[in-house]
């Protein structure tokens, strides 16, 4: 189901990898820098964009080969209808260029999506709630683009918008309030377009976690706090009723660049940065789980959880493996052992991986 | 390796928009080449460009005679004015006869962080033709990037108060366009349903 018949050719530190048989469940286990996460990142390039890393092409081409890499994979439908074999490899002439192949034919990474649907969860994203606001915010802005592409050019419009507005608010000669109105006019609307899309989709997500339990799995409650007003004209007024106030602060004090995502603990009601580590863990996966139902819609998903077992006490793990099971997504798991996904070893597709070579076990 | 000469050719050439070192080391070895046909009529051309072009007084498009050929053209209707950024945007929109009336070049577009300020465009030059009165219809056929909107806003703003109509290129521009790169369908589209500014 979902993707199988999987090669990875010098790819990182895989020379040459093959995985066949893949199940629903699928479980790369092995020391840690064995080659598993590599695995990861290969499949999150069936979909556009850099990788589960955000890494440079070169990077990913294995030491040993001729600079270049390929990863291929047959993606198989519900319906059994004629699966599709999808490819992606580096152009090693032209260093940094991504070549995309579905059914041999040369396409672009975009249409990628038009096929699956791909989500992952990494240890990178551990320290989320502990992070600044501006981490939770590009953390917003990721999510809102995998659902609305256009939110990508309100986010930079904006960003531009509001260096403009920051410049001229340190000119030294103060500019005529003319000039002011026109920055103010376009930060407002690209600003309340930003602001929107990250409020309709901390809504969207709070409407499928609310209707998940409190236990065994924490269970975030997410609010959107917008750093300003959320509509363009009303934010536009207060941009111009401020602008003695952020001359005098050298920039721009409110807009959605000050918005925060509060996220607590459901039923306890405690902030996210005060719970333990197993307790962040488990509403990290919350969200992910939830973007991925919303970002899948009714195209085949994959979700791709690296080292997501280790933190978690057997009884949530009992539960995400529950909550896997119930939805559509073809899941890949890593781990350093195989005792905490006994609940699920008897279903699942296991590779042992070591020093970039893998073994079905 | 290669001379003084070649060098200071190539890296003049390199400044020019879009061309870069490389290219221009390559035209410049394409050119010396050609030194008797290819390279004689550039010359020329320059030469003739260097001494004919002339910036309109009124408009600021770059002609041959002064002023230039579309302010001093009977048919043009005359109470329509186009507000662009670039000659480059005049000559885009005039290319395909789009546009019956005529234009102002602004020269740019207001950028806070490049330092280009109200008074480095032909603002005031345009208040003046507005002023003089005999105009109906400014459009305001800005980019469609954060400077270029910033730009017409700023410009509607100056211009309120006249007995004028101002309108804006339709959006469905693709963000971040510039109408330079525009195809004829959709700039004909932008202008035809342009609508009125605020
Ligand atoms: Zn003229």
């Known amino acids: 189901m979902a993707l199988d018949r999987i090669t990875l050719t010098t790819f990182r530190n895989h020379a040459e990898t093959w995985l066949e048989g893949a199940s629903r469940f699928n479980l790369l286990i092995g020391e840690n820098g064995a080659g598993k996460t590599n695995v990861l990142e290969a499949l999150s390039l069936f979909a556009p964009g850099r990788g589960l890393r955000r890494a440079a092409l070169p990077d990913m081409a294995g030491t040993q080969g001729s600079g270049a890499f390929a990863v291929s994979a047959l993606l198989a439908f519900p319906d059994n209808s004629d699966p599709v074999r999808l490819g992606t490899a580096m152009d090693p002439a032209r260093a940094g260029r991504r070549i995309v192949q579905v059914n041999a034919a040369q396409a672009s990474a975009v249409t990628l999506a038009e096929w699956l649907a791909i989500s992952w969860l990494t240890p990178a994203m551990d320290r989320l709630f502990m992070e600044s606001a501006g981490e939770r915010r590009r953390y917003m802005d990721r999510l809102a683009v995998a659902l609305w592409p256009s939110h990508v050019r309100h986010a930079s419009r904006y960003q531009a918008a509001l260096r403009e507005r920051n410049r001229l608010l340190t000119l030294d000669a103060e500019p005529e309030d003319r000039w002011l109105d026109a920055v103010e006019a376009q930060l407002a609307e690209a600003g309340a377009n930003l602001v929107q899309g990250r409020a309709r989709l901390v809504d969207r997500l709070r409407e499928r976690l609310e209707a998940l339990p409190d236990q065994p799995f924490a269970r975030p409650a997410l609010s959107h706090v917008p750093g300003g007003p959320l509509h363009a004209e009303a934010l536009a007024e207060a941009l111009a009723r401020n602008r003695g106030r952020d001359r005098a602060a050298g920039r721009t004090l409110i807009g959605p660049h000050r918005d925060e995502l509060d996220v607590s603990m459901a039923g306890k009601a405690i902030p996210a940065a005060l719970c333990s580590t197993g307790e962040q863990k488990a509403m990290l996966i919350a969200i992910t789980l939830a973007h991925a139902e919303l970002a899948a819609g009714d195209r085949p998903s994959l979700l791709l959880l690296d080292e997501v077992a280790a933190h978690l006490d057997p009884l949530r793990r009992a539960a995400l493996f529950d909550r896997l099971r119930e939805r559509g997504a073809q899941v890949w798991l890593t781990g350093t052992e195989l005792a905490p996904f006994a609940d699920i070893t008897g279903e699942a597709a296991v590779w042992r991986v070591k020093s970039g070579a893998i073994e079905r076990i | ?198």
Not at chain 2, 135 to 148: W, Y
Request: glycine share 8%.
């Open chain 2, 1 to 198: 390796m290669s001379s003084q000469e070649i060098d200071t050719l190539s890296s003049a050439l390199a400044r020019l928009p879009g061309l870069g070192p490389r290219s221009a080391r390559r035209a410049v070895l394409w050119l010396v080449k050609r030194r008797e046909t290819a390279l004689v009529q550039l010359l020329e051309a320059l030469d003739s460009v260097r001494e004919k072009l002339v910036e309109c007084p009124s408009c600021g498009n770059v002609d041959t005679q002064t002023p230039c050929s579309i302010c001093a053209d009977p048919r043009r209707e005359s109470r329509q004015l186009c507000v662009v950024e670039d000659v480059a945007d005049l000559w885009a929109l005039d290319r395909a006869r789009l546009f019956a009336g005529r234009y102002h070049v602004l020269g740019g577009h207001l950028s806070a962080l490049e330092g280009i300020r109200p008074e480095d465009l032909s603002i005031a030059s345009l208040i003046d033709r507005v002023a003089a009165g005999g105009i109906d219809e400014v459009v305001l056929a800005m980019n469609a990037t954060l400077e270029g909107q910033t730009t017409a806003h700023y410009i509607a703003e100056r211009l309120e108060g006249y007995p004028i109509r101002i309108t804006q290129l339709a959006h469905g521009l693709p963000v971040g366009g510039e109408l330079d790169y525009l195809d004829e369908g959709t700039l004909a589209q932008a202008l035809r349903a342009r609508r009125p500014v605020g």
